[in-house]
Each structure stands twice: as structure tokens, then as C-alpha cells.
């Protein structure tokens, strides 16, 4: 696929021509309660009221690297909270980001996610509206569940303000619903979770036979209790958290799409397995990828959210393990500490009868819009490199590229 | 790209006839009761959405025409049943019980995994004691790869000792009570192999590569029309799971195909309480049961949950009143009041008459769904745009209900489709279509 | 390769290893010599020729005596008592395309020292997961682990895992934690069967063969597409005999392990699997399901207690049942479980072999064992013809006898195995004796009267079931002198006062029945 400056550069006008031929109403409409200037925070004079989270996402298109060099048409979000109204359309165009921004909520909050459609830059001649599905919430209504046959999606230059009092704690995951086989494919997926209310409890708090500290070193480096769920007991407490989320791409598919082909949905095979966004070795750098380059130009910096795992030995490192891979399920080993699942689905393991029911175990198995936590114990267990990887051993690889796909590393330093 | 809804639409008319309409009552799961069933393999054409034919080869009741999947027996705990199987295919057939214990096999022919039928004509019966009560399959046991994919398999549901109309249970203890029931039996199709069979050709089963994806033998949108629908005469169950909010709907999942499907439910977790005919236990009930948004059905093991909705937590009433639109259930301080419907308090008490704390937007900025009322409010018709909406007459919730692989949601490249349904979930007091 | 089901686990060559280093004072540990090796496998049915590269088992570390390298590579067993494995490797991998080896047990405790290389973008990239070992044939690299855990394993190589994998670097590695106990006492086990599912892409394992893997031609296993799937090595077709899997009644464990890179999902019709344990790790409650998830890499363990006799097919209900293209093969094995005849013996013990009792209850000690499973019931009997109900098999039980006369009390037990087998009627008797002596006293040889206070008394007693051991005396029939030992005769002094005076005597048995008193009376005329 070969996208010349030229025509990005008549891509433009095009911009300005789409624009223009939306309806006069369409407009940038954020909500959020206290944001007076529209930009979805709270500044200077504006007061954030209790228990209020508010976001902005812009759903467009955009470019991402794979590891083995090979650029990558997609669609995906990008964060354009703090971004005033009028900017947001071109602030988002051509800008989504892969995976989509990471959306942290804490327990109870009201959540309002506000969602304009920006549009498909190197796609003028769709109109597809977007929605974002909270995949996994308990007791969804349609009209905020972001799934477009049985409610609304948002059209372009439009905004429309999600709704949510953020549920039970846990590792969620949000995508776009529709025509959900090609948005999803296309990349429109982030990570999402939920903190539990126990992480607030007074320092000193007992929990069965484990007390709450919350900043044993006021605000030293030692990271503090934090907790996957409501646990009463401590059992699912962790140190340092990572998201960590499955994907895959079938290159031909996004060749095809940003060539204005029909979409291959039969022939679909992903060969471009990723963790958050990126393949081996990728998912090891800490910082955000170099920005895509768009045949010798480049663009706006896609990739954002690293996949690599640090922890000092003795910390108990929380792998929130999510997949929205359209095709294949996958199985995540890390060879050399063991694994201890505390929760799937973001509900913590445990009986009706209150047995904790956490497993210790080599792998995890995820299909697509699965999700579940893992904990891992490294008191004991040597400083250095583990690999937590995928045992389906030909996804170890960026398409045509060797040594590559879903591995990422785990540093345990002293 | 947005080009699908007008595709969809002829084979969305059905629905609307059937949601407007009603086919009056029957049993969620259609099947054969009894102790004795006749069966016989022979062959048929399936209908996909898009317009595929393509060679089947199905378990049919007797001299009735194939079906796929094969009829769902539904038995009772420790009745003794017997399955006669007759041959109309030019190859040998078999069943295997997978789950039942003690099978015997009479008569045909011996065979790898268990006797079978010979070709044309022959017959082979098999018998065993339905001990436990519980979820299960059977399929062909001779050339399973090939056999399996043309269509050979079917579900198998024992009913406790201690069901009654008035008492559905799952197992014998009070954690499987439900108030409606629904089978999930997940396949995949490659029609590559039909064709050959069709023409006589030697097939690849190490080659497979599926294109089509269906619940109860159906693709999407066909899942969603009714059962013993005219148009798909040998496919005759849907797929279509109805509620009102409260309800406790067990969902009886088989992995029917030969790949593994992530089978994600809208609206709310569900709670799988056993897996291959047996409870999730380690005493009592099913006191390991596993809350999921989406469960992994793998090929051959069955597995039973409990879905229930209630709108709890949301923030906001879900049937839209509040002192503006209902000043008799809602005072002036926005709190309930005496004469609030007794039959609408599934919701957090707090939550009663709040209202929605966004704007929605213009009709103009916003794409609506066909099963969308119109509406945020359980019950409550909006207004729609011409030609827009229509397929949710009663003004319910729906939810998609599909395989989150989401390659599966097609037909042969056509999407939407495959492996997809809609759950609906209809006021209190609206007469459900399919129960 | 036929499976047999194995019963002593440890190779002779192990033994003596065990001896010499428990002699030198080293801790206990496991030793193997594995040698990495390139081979050819012709495929059944098909008849196709596939480059293989797989573990060749070498009785030490010269490599001078090695068996044939095989997919998957020799089954590694480990005592249950050794807490550490050592595996020398070597690498002999042959052809146009070679490269180092290594070995990982994913699950059991090592030092891990990756290896990384540069790419053409400065990025580092892990290519092997521990030390190499390269492919010269001389060169041994020693890979150990400690605190070694009990369960099912995978040893594979750690180098460029994608490729070496596929090819056929890996087997199955198990310990026990004790001798038929895979975790602990909740999974004893008496039979076992071990099945390894694996695959082979051929298009792989040609690019392998003609040097051509990494380049354009076929450069990463993406693309992977399995044409074989096999149990232990071999895809099934008829000539592969059914697994003699357990006789009846026995514990049978079923380790599931899979080196494919699919997911797999055996299935077994006939009968229920407890999972018991995944990747080695036990599970809190055993799960009881007839298919499994097999995904790529796992272990899993399951039991089958009290397994039924006969036939059952296991088979991969993803349906991997093809050679290359013809059907009928893949991953299918018939498990057939003998009929067990062979009833229990043991044997009962009254009160630990005593000869008499004078209470009816007693305890019963029992034992009993089975040549083929285990003892799971006993039902008792007082007269060897009408018996009580089945009760679970236990060491120690209290039983009542019946109402009745003492005597000689004979208690039949009869044993029942796992498979329903009954044992013959084992017993033991013993003595009720509840009654006291007889007997009789007379003073100075029935004599009328005695002029003076000391007189002799003669004693006679007798006991129906025990012998006569005490006796003692009372003048007035209240207050008694203490027991003493019983003899035929005894001075006694009348006590004073002109008159008849009677003596009364009761004797007491070796068990401690007392008998009523008897007496004898003589006129005192001073």
C-alpha cells in the first residue's frame, strides 16, 4: 500500500468538502457537569464535582507501525480530553490511536465518555458512524451499551455522551460495535478498568488477617495496597499493575481498506498477533513508537501504550489480561513464575459459599471479549528477564517476520 | 461500510411479521419427548441468509425431512432410551452419547468408535439409562470430521426428577431454577465440503476453513425469525431468547462444530452453574458456579448459566418517569411515591425516578438502530425517522447475543451475519412472542 | 510407540545413580543425557517422508550409547522422592538448516539465562529462552532445576521456540509425589495413561529440510497449517492396537498433555474425567467433565475412579481425525480396561486374637488387600449365612455379638473390591464367658460340730469357658475378706460364740465372673 504525499495532501480539501457537507446541526457537543469551556476537564474556575470522571474520545482513523516495518491502515480513538470543542475535528482526524486510550474508572464514579466521530480521513467516501461498547458491564441498557442495532451511533462531526455510574471493579475492555467485524478488525479497541472502592480505605483498615496500607512510605517510590476487587481479605492485593490486551490484525484486510477494496470478512486471518498495539520486540519499549511514516512523511504518533512489565522482586505484578481479537483465541504463558488467576471476566474467583476459588496455573486461555486477572507472586524468584508469551507459537511472529508477535518481557530487578 | 441494513431488510420482514404477530405459545425448546426415538440420517439442503444452498446430511424424526441440527431429545432422569437409527446416505452413520454411561449398541455393524448403521438402508440401536439430569450432545461417531460438518449432531436434554411446569429445574437443586429456557447449539461450516460432497469429490477435512457460523442450525438474521419457518424447511429451530426484566433464563450452550467460539452476552454476566451435565459443585448446589460476559464453547462439552436483567445501578429510571412525565409515581423531589408500579421495581430503589443525566443527540447527528424503539426507556415507543427502526413493535430492550470472534458474524464474506442473535427484554406485562 | 501401562517407573540406570550419589552424600536428584538429533519419519497411510528433529535418550554423559531420537523424545520419570533433575544436552541436529537447542520445563524452578540477538533496527530479541547448545555434537551443556514439584511437564527446547517446537523438540517429563500418588493421597492411582497430542505441518518441517525456512520462500511459521495430528507420536489407523489402559475397578489417571500449537478438545463418551490438576498445579476441587480444552502447551491431569471395564474411544472433538487428507486417523485411541475377577483377601482379628471376652461388645481389627485395585467394602455375619449390608471398607470397627448363651462366638467378614469382585468368608472366634465358677465348700469334711475354732475348709470349683483363679470368704454373707488365689483347701478360724456357724465362699474366674456364694455351716460347741 503506497500513500503518497500528494495524496494526503488532496486529502485536505476533501476534509474541508466533508465538513461542509455535514449538517448544519452537527456539531461538537460535549457534556460533562462542571466543564463550562466544553473541553471535558476541569480548569481554573470550574469545580470537578464528587465522584465525576469525564472523557473525550474521538473516533476517526489513523496509522500505526507493525514491528517488522509494515504501515497499517486503521480505526481506533484518540484521547482528545483537555481539547476545546472547535478544535476536536481536526485535533482527532487521521490521529486514532492503537489500542485505543486506556480508560481507567473507579468504582461508583459518574462516568460521562463523550464520543465524536471525526470521521475517515483516507475513507471520504464512508460515512460510517462509531459507538463505544463497555464491554462486560453488569446491567447494561441498550441506549449507553454502544451497540448500534438496538440503540443509537454517533454520526460524523457529531458527539454523543455516554452515561455510566462505573460498575463493580475489574478488568473490562471497550470497542467499537459497529459493523463490528470491520471496526473491530480495523482496530477500534481499547483497555478499560475499573478500581475497586477497598483501594480508599483508611490506612489501618483490617481485612481479615491483612492490613490497608495505602502509602506505607508517604509518598516514597514503594507503591501501596491496591487491590483487584472488594476482596474483604487482602487476596487480591497487587503492587504494580500492567493492561495488557490481545489483538490481531489480517494485513490484507487494512491493505485492502485503505485501497477502497471490498473487505475480504471470509478470507480474514489475522498474521499481525498484538499486545497493546505492538508485536515483539515493540512491546518491550516503554515509550510510545516513533510516529507511522506516511511514504517519507511522518504522521501523528499512534501507538502509545507499552507492553512491557517491570517490578522490583518481592512485588506481586497484576497482569490484567484482556482479548479483542476478531479471529483466534490465544493462550499467555510466562515461563518461569507462576500464575495466579484472582479473577475472570471482572468478577473475583470465588464461591457462593465465600472459598476463594483463585488457581495457580501455566497459562491462560482467551477467546475474543474475554478478560481476566492475573497475579504474579515474584517473592522468591530471581531478578531478571522472564517472557510471558503466547504458547500458539506461530502467532510469535510479526507476519512474514521471525522472532516477533505476542511476547513481551518481564524485568525483575532487586 | 454502511451498505448492509437494505441487504438485510427482505430477510428482516420476516421478523417484523413474527414479532408483530406471535406464532401464540409453544415450548422454548422444540424437541422429541419420550423413551423411544427413530431417527434417520439422510441427506437435505440448509439455507444461509445470503442465499446459500448447500448439501447437509442430518438426523431426522422418522420419515419427517432432514433438520439440522438433528431434533432435541428431551427425556426425563432415569428413563431408559432407546434411539433407533435408520440409513438413507450412501455412507455408514452412527450416534455417540457423549456424557451417558453404559451405552449399549444393537444390530449394524461394528465400527471404529462404536456400531453403526450400514449404507442405505441399514440400522443400528442404541440404548442407555439416562442417570443425571443435565445439558448434553450426540453426534455421528463414524468419520466424525467429515460427518460432524455435514451435520450429524444434535442435543440431548434429560429433565431432573424434580421438574414440574411449575418447577423448572436444570439439576435436582434450587440454584438451577429457571423461568425460561433457550438452546445454544454453536457450529461452524465450510462449504467447500458440502459442494464436494454434493459432486461425488474426495474431501480435505485437514483443508477446513469455515465461512459460516450458526445457532440452532440457523445463520443471522434467520436466527432471529420464527421456528418452523416455511422458508428454512430443514432448519427447524431459531434462536430468539425472550424476558421480562427479573427473569431467570437458562441458557443450555453446545459446542456443536468443530471450533472453539467465544459466545458474548449484551446486558448483563450469566452464571455457568455446570458444564457436561454436571453442577459446578463441591457440595451443595452449585456453589462454584462461574460468573462470565463470555464463555468459551468448546467443541463436543455442553455447559448450562443463568441469565437474568434488572437495570440495577444504572443511575437513571429506566422507564423514563420522573416528576415531569409521571407526577403520580414521582414527587417533586424526584422520589418514588406510593403508586409507583409495583411491577417495574427490578431497578435500584435510588435510581426511580431519575432522569437521564445526558442530552441525547439530534436525530440528525445519530445513525438508529433497526431494533432500536426510538427510545432510551424500557416500553416506551419514540419517534423514529421514516423507514427507520420498526423491528422492536413492543418498545423492548434488545441485546446481541454472539460469538465474540467477530470474523463469525458473516455470511460468506456478507456481513452481518453468522453466528448472532438478538435477546429481547420486554416490559412487565408485555406478552412475550416466544417464551 | 505402544503404550504399556507402567507400574516400576525408575530405569535401572537411575537406580544406580540414586545409590551412588546417596553413598557420596549428595543430595538426591534425577540424571538424563538427551542428544538432539535430525531424522526422518515416514507418516502411515500416506506414506510421506518428514524431516524430523527430536530427543534421542543416551545412558551418559560419552553419548556413546544412545537409543534412536524420537517425536516425542523419551518419557523422562522422576522418583518421588528427588528434589532435583539434571538434563545433559547435546546437539546433533544434521542437514541444511541447524541450529542450538536448549531445554525448558515450563512450570518446574530454574536459572534461566536468555539469549538475545540485535535486529536490523538496533531492537534486541529474545531467540532463545536459556543457554544454548550448539549444534557441533561435542559440546554438553547441563540444564538443572531444583525443588522439583510432582505432576505432568513438557520439557521442549527454549531456542527459537516457534520452530523447534513444531519440529519435534519436546516430551513428556512426570514425578509423583509419592509411589501411585500423582499429587497426594486424594490421587492415588493404579493405572496410567499418558497421551501427548502433537502435530506436523509438512510444509514446515519441508522448508526445514531443503534449507529454505527464513527466506522469502517460507520466512515465519504464520502461516502454520497442520496436515497430521497424533497421540504420542503416531496418528492413529487400524494397525494401532487399543491402549491397555487399567483393569477394572483400579484408579486410572489420564495425563493430557499438548505440544500442539491448536487448540485441541478430547473427548471421551463413555466415561466422566475428574480434572484434578492443570500445568502441575492441583486444583482445590476436582472437575468433573467428559471433554476437555487442551490449548497449546498445557497439561492437564484427570482421574477416573473405579474405572468400568471396556471399551472407550478418546478422540480430539476439534476433529483432527485426518492423515494429511484421508480420513479416518488423527487423534482417535481406543482405551480398553480389563475385567478384574480377582476378589480381595484379608482376614479378622476378635479383640486382637483373644481367647475369651465376658462383654458382648468387641473390636475387630481387618485387613485385607486386592492384587489388581483396591478393597472398598466389607459386610460382616454372625453365623457365615445371613449377612448385614455393605458398608465401606475400614481397619477397626466395634461389633456387638448377639443375644445368646456363652460360648465359642464366631464373627465371618467377606471383603469387596473396586470392581464389585467378593472375597470368600475370612473369621475369627472367640469365648463369651459371662457366668462365674460352681463349687462347693465343706468344712472339716461335713462334719456335725467342731469343739474347737480352727477348722479346714475344702474348696472344689469348676468354670464352664475359663478356669477358676480367686476365691474369697464371708462369715456373714455382707462383709467379705479380700479375693485371694483359689486352692482346694484353706484353715479358717470359727468366730467366737457357741453355735452354728456358716462360711460362705464365691469364686471368681480368670475373667472376672463371680460366682454365686456357696456355703457350709458346722455347730461351734466349745
Known amino acids: ?414 | 461500510m454502511k451498505n448492509l441494513l437494505t441487504r438485510c431488510a427482505l430477510r428482516l420482514l420476516p421478523v417484523l411479521v413474527f414479532l408483530a404477530f406471535g406464532t401464540g405459545a409453544h415450548a422454548a425448546i422444540d424437541g422429541l419427548t419420550g423413551t423411544t426415538f427413530n431417527l434417520t440420517a439422510k441427506a437435505g439442503y440448509l439455507s444461509t441468509a445470503e442465499g446459500g444452498s448447500y448439501l447437509m446430511w442430518g438426523y431426522a424424526n422418522g420419515s419427517s425431512p432432514m433438520q439440522f441440527p438433528g431434533p432435541t431429545l428431551i427425556v426425563n432422569q432415569g428413563a431408559v432410551v432407546t434411539v433407533n437409527l435408520a440409513n438413507e446416505l450412501s455412507v455408514p452413520v452412527s450416534i455417540v452419547f457423549p456424557g451417558q454411561s453404559g451405552v449399549t449398541a444393537n444390530g449394524g455393524a461394528a465400527g471404529v468408535i462404536t456400531r453403526e448403521a450400514p449404507a442405505a438402508g441399514g440400522s443400528v440401536s442404541y440404548s442407555f439409562t439416562a442417570a443425571q439430569p443435565g445439558t448434553y450432545t450426540y453426534y455421528s461417531g463414524t468419520n466424525s470430521d467429515l460427518q460432524v460438518e455435514m451435520g450429524l449432531v444434535g442435543a440431548l436434554i434429560v429433565r431432573p426428577t424434580g421438574y414440574s411446569e411449575s418447577n423448572k429445574i436444570a439439576y435436582n437443586h434450587p440454584d438451577s431454577q429457571y423461568d425460561r429456557e433457550y438452546l445454544f447449539l454453536l457450529s461452524d461450516m465450510d462449504p467447500t465440503v458440502h459442494e464436494k460432497v454434493a459432486a461425488g469429490l474426495p474431501v480435505d477435512n485437514a483443508a477446513w476453513w469455515p465461512v459460516y457460523w450458526l445457532m440452532n442450525g440457523r445463520t443471522a438474521p434467520d436466527t432471529m425469525t420464527p421456528a418452523n419457518n416455511p422458508l428454512l424447511p430443514h432448519q427447524p429451530y431459531n434462536c430468539m431468547p425472550m424476558m421480562h426484566p427479573g427473569d431467570r433464563v437458562l441458557l443450555r450452550m453446545i459446542g456443536a462444530g468443530r471450533d472453539l467460539h467465544p459466545f458474548h452476552v449484551h446486558g448483563n454476566e450469566h452464571k455457568v452453574i455446570a458444564r457436561d451435565g454436571r453442577l459446578l459443585s463441591s457440595g451443595a448446589g452449585a456453589n462454584l458456579a462461574e460468573n462470565l460476559f463470555t464463555s468459551t464453547v468448546v467443541p463436543g462439552a455442553t455447559s448450562d448459566a443463568i441469565f437474568s436483567w434488572t437495570g440495577a445501578k444504572l443511575g437513571w429510571d429506566i422507564y423514563g418517569f420522573t416528576h415531569a412525565t409521571q407526577p403520580a409515581y414521582c414527587d417533586a423531589a424526584g422520589n418514588p411515591t406510593a403508586s409507583y408500579p409495583a411491577d417495574r421495581m427490578s431497578q435500584t430503589a435510588a435510581d426511580r425516578c431519575k432522569p437521564i443525566p445526558v442530552a441525547l443527540p439530534n436525530q440528525t447527528d445519530l445513525t438508529n438502530g433497526q431494533f432500536y424503539s426510538g427510545s432510551p426507556y424500557l416500553g416506551t415507543l419514540g419517534s423514529l425517522p421514516p423507514g427507520e427502526g420498526g423491528y422492536n413493535p413492543n418498545s423492548g430492550y434488545m441485546f446481541m447475543w454472539h460469538s465474540h470472534s467477530e470474523k463469525e458474524l458473516t455470511n460468506n464474506d456478507i456481513f452481518p451475519g453468522g453466528m448472532l442473535t438478538m435477546m429481547i427484554i420486554e416490559a412487565p406485562g408485555v406478552t412475550l412472542m416466544n417464551p | 510407540m505402544n503404550i504399556r501401562p507402567r507400574k516400576s517407573q525408575v530405569p535401572a540406570v537411575i537406580l544406580a545413580l540414586i545409590f551412588i550419589l546417596g553413598a557420596s552424600g549428595i543430595s538426591w536428584g534425577a540424571e538424563f543425557w538427551l542428544r538432539a538429533q535430525s531424522f526422518t519419519k515416514t507418516m502411515p497411510d500416506t506414506g510421506e517422508v518428514v524431516t524430523m528433529w527430536g530427543f534421542a535418550q543416551c545412558s551418559d554423559g560419552s553419548y556413546g550409547s544412545c537409543s534412536a531420537p524420537t517425536v516425542p523424545g523419551p518419557r523422562l520419570t522422576v522418583p518421588p522422592g528427588d528434589a532435583t533433575l539434571t538434563i545433559h544436552l547435546r546437539n546433533n541436529l544434521t542437514g541444511l538448516l541447524t541450529e542450538p537447542v536448549s531445554i525448558v520445563i515450563p512450570g518446574q524452578t530454574a536459572t534461566m539465562a536468555p539469549v538475545k540477538f540485535t535486529d536490523g533496527a538496533g531492537r534486541q530479541r529474545v531467540k532463545s529462552f536459556t543457554t544454548e547448545t550448539p549444534a557441533d555434537n561435542s559440546t554438553t551443556v547441563a540444564y538443572s532445576w531444583s525443588n522439583l514439584k510432582p505432576g505432568s511437564y513438557l520439557y521442549q527446547s527454549g531456542s527459537h521456540p516457534a520452530l523447534q517446537q513444531q519440529m519435534g523438540l519436546y516430551g513428556a517429563l512426570t514425578k509423583d509425589a509419592a509411589a501411585g500418588q500423582a499429587y497426594g493421597p486424594s490421587t492415588a492411582y493404579q493405572a496410567e495413561t499418558l497421551l501427548l497430542f502433537s502435530e506436523i505441518d509438512p510444509v514446515l518441517h519441508g522448508h526445514v529440510a531443503a534449507g529454505s525456512y527464513g527466506t522469502p520462500a517460507y520466512p515465519s511459521t504464520i502461516d502454520y497449517q497442520p496436515r497430521y495430528f497424533l497421540i504420542n507420536g503416531e496418528p492413529y489407523s487400524a494397525a494401532v492396537p487399543p491402549i491397555a489402559a487399567a483393569a477394572q475397578g483400579q484408579n486410572l489417571l489420564i495425563r493430557f498433555l499438548s505440544a500442539s500449537l491448536k487448540y485441541r478438545a478430547p473427548t471421551v463418551p463413555g466415561l466422566y474425567l475428574d480434572l484434578v490438576a492443570e500445568d502441575g498445579y492441583p486444583y482445590a476441587y476436582p472437575k468433573r467433565q467428559y471433554s476437555l480444552l487442551l490449548p497449546p502447551g498445557k497439561t492437564l491431569d484427570a482421574l477416573v475412579p473405579a474405572v468400568p471395564a471396556g471399551s472407550f474411544p478418546i478422540f480430539d472433538r476439534r476433529l483432527g481425525l485426518t492423515n494429511d487428507s484421508a480420513p479416518g486417523g488423527g487423534m482417535l485411541r481406543i482405551l480398553s480396561v480389563s475385567t478384574d475377577t480377582s476378589p480381595p483377601s484379608g482376614s479378622v482379628l476378635i479383640n486382637g486374637g483373644a481367647a475369651a471376652t465376658r462383654s458382648r461388645v468387641v473390636a475387630l481389627t481387618l485387613s485385607a488387600s486386592d492384587l489388581v485395585n483396591t478393597v472398598t467394602g466389607m459386610r460382616f455375619s454372625w453365623n457365615g449365612t445371613t449377612w448385614y449390608g455393605w458398608e465401606s471398607y475400614a481397619t477397626t470397627r466395634n461389633a456387638s455379638i448377639p443375644e445368646g448363651a456363652d460360648g465359642e462366638k464366631t464373627i465371618y467378614v467377606q471383603f469387596r473390591d473396586a470392581a464389585g469382585n467378593v472375597s470368600s468368608a475370612y473369621s475369627d472366634s472367640i469365648v463369651l464367658d459371662r457366668t462365674g465358677p460352681t463349687g462347693s465348700v465343706v468344712i472339716n469334711g461335713d462334719a456335725a460340730s467342731s469343739s474347737i475354732r480352727p477348722v479346714v475348709l475344702t474348696l472344689s470349683a469348676t468354670d464352664a469357658n475359663s478356669t477358676v483363679t480367686n476365691m474369697r470368704f464371708s462369715w456373714n454373707g455382707t462383709t467379705w475378706y479380700g479375693w485371694e488365689s483359689y486352692a482346694t483347701t484353706r484353715n479358717a478360724t470359727l468366730p467366737l460364740g457357741a453355735g452354728v456357724k456358716t462360711i460362705r465362699v464365691q469364686f471368681r474366674d480368670a475373667l472376672g465372673n463371680v460366682s454365686a456364694p456357696f456355703s457350709d455351716s458346722i455347730t461351734y460347741a466349745p
Not at chain 1, 475480504?264 to 498495539?277: I, W
Not at chain 1, 506461530?394 to 530487578?413: A, K, R, V, Y
Open chain 1, 1 to 414: 500500500m503506497k500513500m503518497t504525499t500528494k495524496k494526503i495532501a488532496t486529502l485536505l480539501p476533501a476534509l474541508a468538502t466533508l465538513l461542509s457537507a455535514l449538517p448544519l446541526c452537527a456539531a461538537v457537543t460535549v457534556q460533562c457537569p462542571g466543564d463550562t469551556n466544553g473541553d471535558a476537564q476541569w480548569t481554573g474556575a470550574e469545580v470537578q464535582p464528587a465522584n465525576t470522571q469525564c472523557l473525550h474520545l474521538a473516533a476517526g482513523d489513523g496509522f500505526a507501525t507493525m514491528a517488522d516495518g509494515h504501515l497499517q491502515y486503521l480505526f481506533s480513538f484518540k484521547d482528545v480530553t483537555g481539547v476545546p470543542p472547535q478544535q476536536v475535528m481536526s485535533a482527532g482526524a487521521l490521529a486514532a490511536e492503537l489500542p485505543g486510550p486506556t480508560i481507567k474508572m473507579k468504582e461508583g464514579s459518574h462516568v460521562y465518555l463523550n464520543l465524536t466521530n471525526v470521521g475517515m480521513m483516507m475513507r471520504p467516501d464512508l460515512f460510517d458512524p462509531h459507538t463505544v461498547h463497555f464491554h462486560g458491564f453488569p446491567n447494561a441498557a441498550p441506549i449507553f451499551d454502544g451497540e448500534p442495532m438496538a440503540s443509537i451511533s454517533i454520526n460524523m462531526g457529531s458527539t454523543l455522551t455516554y452515561y455510566y455510574r462505573a460498575p463493580e471493579p475489574g478488568t473490562y475492555m471497550y470497542h467499537c460495535h459497529v459493523e463490528a467485524t470491520e471496526h473491530m478488525q480495523m482496530g477500534m479497541l481499547g483497555n478499560l478498568y475499573v478500581t475497586p472502592l477497598q483501594d480508599d480505605l483508611p490506612d489501618g483498615t483490617l481485612l481479615g488477617s491483612h492490613t490497608h496500607h495505602p502509602d506505607p512510605d508517604a509518598n516514597g517510590p514503594l507503591p501501596g495496597d491496591r487491590y483487584v476487587y472488594n476482596d474483604g481479605d487482602g487476596s487480591t492485593r497487587y503492587d504494580v499493575e500492567f493492561p495488557i490486551q490481545i489483538i490481531g490484525f489480517d494485513s490484507n484486510f487494512h491493505d485492502q481498506h485503505i485501497g477502497v477494496q471490498p473487505l475480504p470478512f471470509a478470507g480474514m486471518k489475522d498474521n499481525y498477533p498484538m499486545l497493546n498495539g505492538r508485536g515483539y520486540p515493540d512491546t518491550v519499549n516503554s515509550a510510545s513508537l516513533p510516529a507511522p511514516v506516511i511514504d517519507g512523511e511522518p504522521g501523528v504518533v499512534s501507538q502509545k501504550v507499552s507492553a512491557k512489565v517491570a517490578a522490583r522482586v518481592g512485588q506481586k505484578v497484576l497482569l490484567r489480561i484482556s482479548s479483542l481479537a476478531t479471529v483466534d483465541f490465544y493462550t499467555m504463558t510466562v515461563l518461569g513464575i507462576p500464575m495466579k488467576v484472582v479473577g475472570k471476566d471482572a468478577r473475583i474467583l470465588r464461591s457462593s459459599s465465600g472459598q476463594n476459588l483463585a488457581y495457580s496455573t501455566g497459562s491462560v486461555t482467551l477467546g475474543g471479549g474475554e478478560s481476566c486477572d492475573v497475579i504474579l507472586d515474584t517473592a522468591g524468584v530471581s531478578p531478571g528477564t522472564y517472557f510471558l508469551y503466547a504458547t500458539d507459537l506461530n502467532h510469535l511472529s510479526n507476519g512474514p517476520e521471525d522472532f516477533g508477535g505476542l511476547m513481551t518481557e518481564i524485568e525483575l530487578t532487586l
